[in-house]
């Protein structure tokens, strides 16, 4: 009788083991589905302020066409028209950001540099561990019974 209840209660252990994994399984699915939503959003809120900066700078890009035209008509200079090379360049690549294929450009070389260049990436001191975490938390908490005057 009692071989009987421990195999059970083995069973029992088994099939709660399996059933944790999976929701520990789903837990992480479905965080990284959230972690990408928000990467997904903040793209596109970055790529958003981009077309808005675009039109701005094509106003001021305009702004500064007219006013070159105008007084190179009056004083018959080349020079007046020199600031225009710049702004040119400058509404370009907004424009090539903003609307073109830009985008892909840089995304397509962040690809290389995480495939051939991963050394770049590593963090100064190594990835934070849980135990780092906690000996900074620590020392944090020891500064402010230290320095009891200062945080307040």
Same mark, same amino acid.
Not at 38 to 49: M, P, Y
Not at 68 to 93: C, D, E, H, M, Q
Not at 131 to 134: A, E, F, K
């Given at each position: 009788?009692?071989n009987?209840?421990t195999?059970?209660?083995?069973?029992?252990?088994?099939?709660?083991?399996?059933?944790?994994?999976?929701?520990?399984?789903?837990?992480?699915?479905?965080?990284?589905?959230?972690?990408?939503q928000?990467?997904?959003?903040?793209?596109?809120?970055?790529?958003?302020?981009q077309?808005?900066?675009?039109?701005?700078?094509?106003?001021?890009?305009i702004?500064?066409?007219?006013? /070159?035209?105008?007084?190179? +008509?009056?004083?018959?200079? *080349?020079?007046? !028209?020199?600031?225009? #090379? $710049?702004?040119?360049?400058?509404?370009?690549?907004q424009?090539d950001?903003?609307?073109?294929?830009k985008?892909?450009r840089?995304?397509?070389? /962040?690809?290389?540099i995480? +495939?051939?260049?991963?050394? *770049?990436?590593? !963090?100064?001191?190594? #990835? $934070?561990?849980a135990?780092?975490?906690?000996v900074?938390?620590?020392e944090?908490?020891?500064?402010k019974k230290?320095?009891?005057?200062?945080?307040?």
């Open positions: 009788m009692g009987y209840f195999v059970s209660m083995e069973e029992d252990f088994k099939k709660n083991q399996d059933f944790i994994t999976e929701i520990n399984n789903i837990k992480i699915e479905r965080q990284v589905q959230m972690r990408n928000l990467r997904e959003r903040q793209v596109a809120l970055e790529l958003a302020k077309r808005e900066l675009f039109y701005w700078l094509g106003l001021f890009y702004t500064s066409v007219a006013g /070159a035209i105008y007084s190179y +008509r009056n004083k018959r200079k *080349l020079s007046t !028209l020199a600031p225009l #090379v $710049p702004l040119t360049f400058i509404y370009a690549y424009a950001l903003a609307y073109g294929n985008m892909r840089i995304l397509g070389e /962040a690809e290389r995480m +495939r051939y260049e991963e050394e *770049l990436l590593s !963090l100064p001191l190594g #990835v $934070p561990t135990s780092s975490i906690d900074k938390r620590m944090n908490e020891e500064q230290l320095h009891v005057h200062i945080s307040r």
